[in-house]
């Protein structure tokens, strides 16, 4: 059983920085990609960020130059650093990851429950 669990989010005003974690728990054998997407009220889920196992990051539009994906591979977590943050980056924040449980199992996508961040302005 391979869980995720976001935290880090919260209220900030326009102009300010949060850092969202997201810590897999469970047994993992192996893990490659790992992502941040969101999700705003009325608003279809969107592609925020992704970092390789190797650490080669990309970047939605929205978040170059203002968000920093990093991961610790030894902890199994991986980070989500929003400076400069915008009213319209308020939504509910999910991470995933791309990873196989055993050495010759397929990988699956697993999903975190998400952690809410709204920006205020």
């Given at each position: 059983?391979?869980?995720?669990?976001?935290?880090?989010?919260?209220?900030?005003?326009?102009?300010?920085?949060?850092?969202?974690?997201?810590?897999?728990?469970?047994s993992?054998?192996?893990?490659?990609?790992?992502?941040?997407?969101?999700?705003?009220?009325?608003?279809?889920?969107?592609?925020?960020?992704?970092?390789?196992?190797?650490?080669?990051?990309?970047?939605?539009?929205?978040?170059?130059?203002?968000?920093?994906?990093?991961?610790?591979?030894?902890?199994?977590?991986?980070?989500?650093?929003?400076?400069?943050?915008?009213?319209?980056?308020?939504?509910?924040?999910?991470?995933?990851?791309?990873?196989?449980?055993?050495?010759y199992?397929?990988?699956?996508?697993y999903?975190?429950?998400?952690?809410?961040?709204?920006?205020?302005?």
């Amino acid at each position: 059983q391979v869980q995720l669990v976001e935290s880090g989010g919260d209220l900030v005003q326009a102009g300010g920085s949060l850092r969202l974690s997201c810590a897999a728990s469970g047994s993992i054998f192996s893990i490659n990609a790992m992502a941040w997407y969101r999700q705003a009220p009325g608003k279809q889920r969107e592609w925020v960020a992704t970092i390789s196992s190797g650490g080669s990051t990309n970047y939605a539009d929205s978040a170059k130059g203002r968000f920093t994906i990093s991961r610790d591979n030894a902890e199994k977590t991986v980070y989500l650093q929003m400076n400069s943050l915008k009213p319209e980056d308020t939504a509910v924040y999910y991470c995933n990851l791309d990873g196989r449980i055993k050495r010759y199992s397929p990988t699956y996508l697993y999903w975190g429950q998400g952690t809410q961040v709204t920006v205020s302005s």
